[in-house]
């Protein structure tokens, strides 16, 4: 059974920086893109950032320049910096693992989300 565990989440200060980590665990070959999603209060859920195991990022307009995603092959974990936090950053963060290679096959899985809070 495959299971993403997200961490780092918190309260912080508008232009705030917090970094939130994913660790993905069970018998699992390889993975094919990591990445964030997040959704506010009301809002649908959207990209914020994903990267392919070769290590090719992609970023939501709305963060580029403020947020950096990386990811770490060995321990199945993937990282997003974000710097210069708004208040309109504040959202339940939620990792995402797509073509997770086990015995079983290829399959995409949800973490249940870090609450992320910008305010003063």
């Known amino acids: 059974q495959v299971q993403l565990v997200e961490s780092g989440g918190g309260l912080v200060q508008p232009g705030g920086s917090l970094r939130l980590s994913c660790a993905a665990s069970?018998?699992?070959?390889?993975?094919?893109?990591m990445g964030w999603y997040r959704q506010a209060p009301g809002k649908q859920r959207e990209l914020v950032a994903e990267?392919?195991?070769?290590?090719?990022?992609n970023y939501a307009d709305s963060v580029k320049g403020r947020f950096t995603i990386f990811r770490d092959n060995a321990k199945n974990t993937v990282y997003l910096q974000m710097n210069s936090l708004k208040p309109e950053d504040t959202a339940v963060y939620l990792c995402h693992a797509d073509g997770v290679r086990t015995e079983i096959g290829r399959m995409a899985y949800w973490g249940k989300g870090t609450l992320v809070t910008v305010s003063s």
């Open positions: 990267i392919t195991a070769g290590g090719s990022p």
């Open positions: 069970g018998s699992i070959f390889s993975i094919n893109v």
